[in-house]
Structures are given as C-alpha cells and as structure tokens.
C-alpha cells in the first residue's frame, strides 16, 4: 500500500471515529438532561410527602416564591455593602506595592493592574 492510500486510509479511519465519538458523547448528554429533568426537587418531595391539598399547594408555592424573593434581595443588599468594602482593601493592598517599586516598576505594575481591571469588567 503506498503513503498516498495510507493517510487517505487515516484519514477515513479518523473521520469515522470522530462521528462515533460525536455521537457517543450526544447520547450520554442526551441521557444526562433527562437524568437530570426527572430528579425531583426537595420541593416536590416536601409537598408529595405531606399530601397536600391544591390549596395548599398554592399557598405554599406563593410562599415558597416570596421567600426566594426576600433571599435575593438579602443577596443584593449584601453585595452593595460588601463591594465597598472589598473595594477598599484591594485599592489599598495596591497603594502599598506601588509604594514597595522604583517607578519603573510601577508603570509596569499600573499596566498589569489596568489590564486585569478590564478583564475582570468582562
């Protein structure tokens, strides 16, 4: 068999794995998400377990969704308070490097620190 008919040989050979690993690897995500969709979540379970009536149910998920509302807006409140504070530090943890470099160094060091500032907005 000449170089020629080998690669063109692998390359088929390559091809035909490929596809079988494609679709190998959709099957098991296929089987994932519906793995995934039939687990029940403790929500279900709670209101299966104490066999409640539609009216309760109701009531409950009326709950259920007030207090997610409250939680997030707990999450937000302490986001606006602690982002100051993180702020504060990390300005000055850098005040005190650059106060460490010759000024040279600190050009490079405002360099690296603008550069990650604008990936970190990203």
Known sequence: MTDKRKAI???IILFVLGIALGAAGAHMWDAHVTAAQDHHSPVKDL???LKMTPAQEQQFDTIIKDDRA???DLTKQRDTEWDP????VRQQGRQNIRAILTPEQQATFDAFLKHLDQEHRR
């Open 85 to 88: 504070k993180y702020d504060q």
């Open 70 to 72: 409250k939680f997030r």
């Open 47 to 49: 209101k299966a377990l």
């Open 9 to 11: 040989v692998l390359v």
